[in-house]
């Protein structure tokens, strides 16, 4: 039996061109169960990588520091003084405008349903757990402070309407 081989190249792996004849024995001429799910598994994991690189680019591309209210010199240009003022207690970057963001966010999205306060300050609390695993070690303590108040934040509203961020139910 005669094979016709012939590669192309797709995504982020390199093929080289080929168009061998190549013989097949008998033994051969069988693809295993894993071979073809190996195949299937590799096509789908250059899928989605592929697709998920373009979907990080997009995003990339599309979010801009002006989308959160900073009109400020480019980030990059700034001098230390600049920085510093921006991460200062009361800067663009500090604690309380920080924490009022991140706390507003949940407020305006949940109004008046302590569910959705609930639900929102559930999600706070994972996105700040995932941005600890991403930077892979405890992070700067501004953070800890930042998060604590636009909890407090939230904490409040939540009171207020009469509920409690404690689970009581058994």
Request: charged share 30%.
């Amino acid at each position: 039996m005669k094979l016709e081989l012939s590669y192309e190249a797709k995504g982020f792996a390199t093929y080289s061109k080929s168009d061998k004849t190549i013989d097949l024995n008998e033994k051969d001429k069988k693809i295993s169960a894993k071979e073809i799910s190996d195949t299937y598994f590799f096509e789908y994991q250059m899928k989605i990588t592929t697709e998920s690189k373009d979907s990080f680019e997009q995003q990339a591309d599309t979010f801009r520091l002006s989308d959160i209210g900073y009109n400020g010199k480019p980030i990059g240009e700034l001098s230390q003084d600049e920085a510093q003022a921006l991460v200062a207690e009361d800067g663009f970057f500090g604690i309380a405008q920080t924490s009022q963001r991140i706390a507003d966010f949940v407020l305006m999205g949940a109004g008046d349903d302590a569910q959705k306060l609930k639900a929102g300050r559930s999600g706070m609390l994972q996105g700040f757990k995932e941005a600890e695993a991403m930077w892979g070690e405890k992070l700067p303590e501004i953070s800890y402070t930042t998060m604590q108040k636009a909890l407090e934040m939230v904490d409040a509203k939540l009171a207020e309407l009469g509920g409690s961020v404690l689970d009581t139910s058994v």
